[in-house]
């Protein structure tokens, strides 16, 4: 009886204050919800400078996947809000705009970077705040975060599947060339290992900074040496100048495998397009399975007929829904709600069915290897039977020695956007 008596008295007073709210013309004001504020998450990408052909089409993904979230009633009975940055192709730039998005815009999550230097300089932002971050990039690996899901490919789901193939269909004599920063350089030390295990050579490991014209360097190395295969880390705007030389000088007949470039890059140098350029990604535009028809008609139809979709697109729409599922079950956007059940979130998708490994905080995925068409798509030629375990550590060294080599070329290689 008691609590009875609580709980009128309580509904009465409620009732007298609106009354007067209303009276005092603050009736609008006390009716508003915190429910209906808006959940805001921070997308941090490069819209201008030497990563943006790459990076503006993440931003069109986060956008799909936000709108579609609130088109079906929104996340908690609120919509979501995505606050965008441009992180102008500048690791120094993405971290004073990380630390901005917290603090100052009050981001409930982070979906940021390209490049890994941009990564580098985030995540002891995010750390620093234990706030949450998406990652939708394949990556050199050596690397593990409480507060990062990597939601790109690790090196057991692309450096590594993607260099044995080359090596097993093309011949053991390879030409590495790539941007000089870390992802290159660790890939290949990976791939040197790969190589010296089946008794190949490495003919010649260049480097370029992110966005130069690699040609001069490597028109007459090609040429004097002859590899069986080019393995491609280049990023950016790189790749075109790169594929430029191979069409120009008549080296149409070496074979390229790429790591960092799909269908948007593709795109951007339709005309240079190379007739034995391969590739190895998790997802394809042109899988034929119903979820990813759905997902790039819906893209398509968002954002234009001629818009093509990608690996690291796939990845940026699939870390919003991953995000989207931890919120609903953690019943909070609060990242320190999210992130302790973010580790157990599975969904089917474009690419296929896809799960945060809570151990690495990194997904299972599809390993596909690609032929480039004429037309700025790829041909999957070869898949792995079932989704394959993230092993961002490769388990043939130590962590310990792996970080001690990370530490040496992070030593080594020149400050880098």
Avoid at 20 to 35: E, K
Wanted: with cysteine; charged share 20%.
């Amino acid at each position: 009886m008691p609590t009875a008596i609580r709980l009128v008295i309580s509904r009465k007073s409620l009732f007298l204050l609106l009354a007067i709210a209303a009276l005092l013309g603050l009736g609008q004001w006390l009716s508003r919800s915190p429910a209906a504020t808006p959940i805001r998450i921070g997308v941090l990408h490069s819209l201008t400078g030497t990563m943006s052909v790459s990076e503006a089409p993440l931003v069109d993904a986060v956008r799909l996947a936000v709108e579609e979230i609130n088109a079906s009633g929104g996340l908690l009975g609120r919509q979501v809000e995505l606050v965008l940055a441009d992180s102008r192709s500048d690791s120094t730039v993405a971290a004073a705009e990380a630390e901005r998005l917290i603090v100052e815009e009050k981001v409930s999550a982070l979906f940021a970077c390209w490049t890994s230097a941009c990564r580098k300089a985030v995540k002891p932002i995010v750390e620093k705040h234990r706030h949450l971050m998406f990652y939708p990039l394949q990556y050199e690996g050596m690397e593990a975060s409480p507060n990062i899901i990597y939601t790109g490919s690790a090196p057991s789901q692309q450096i590594i599947p993607g260099t044995r193939w080359a090596l097993d269909h093309f011949g053991k004599h390879v030409y590495l060339i790539g941007s000089d920063y870390i992802f290159p350089r660790t890939a290949n030390r990976i791939i040197r290992d790969l190589v010296g295990v089946v008794g190949g050579k490495v003919l010649q490991e260049r480097y370029v900074p992110l966005g130069a014209d690699p040609s001069a360097l490597i028109t007459k190395d090609l040429r004097q040496q002859q590899p069986s295969v080019i393995l491609n880390t280049l990023n950016g705007d790189s790749n075109k100048h790169f594929f430029r030389a191979l069409h120009e000088a008549g080296l149409d007949r070496i074979p390229v495998m790429s790591f960092s470039v799909a269908e948007v890059e593709l795109g951007a140098f339709i005309s240079d397009a190379h007739p034995a350029h391969y590739a190895t990604w998790s997802y394809f535009q042109s899988l034929p399975d119903d979820d990813n028809q759905r997902f790039v008609k819906a893209f398509q139809a968002r954002f234009g007929k001629n818009r093509v979709t990608s690996d690291p697109i796939e990845a940026a729409y699939s870390g919003i829904r991953l995000w989207a599922n931890a919120v609903r079950e953690a019943a909070s956007a609060a990242p320190e709600q999210v992130n302790p059940v973010i580790g157990r979130q599975t969904l089917p998708g474009p690419s296929g069915v896809v799960a945060v490994d809570a151990s690495t905080r990194h997904l299972w995925k599809m390993v596909r290897i690609g032929k480039a068409r004429a037309d700025g798509q790829f041909d999957q030629i070869e898949a792995s039977a079932t989704t394959v375990r993230p092993a961002p550590f490769p388990a043939y060294r130590s962590i310990e020695a792996w970080r001690r080599l990370i530490a040496e070329f992070e030593a080594a290689a020149e400050p880098k956007p």
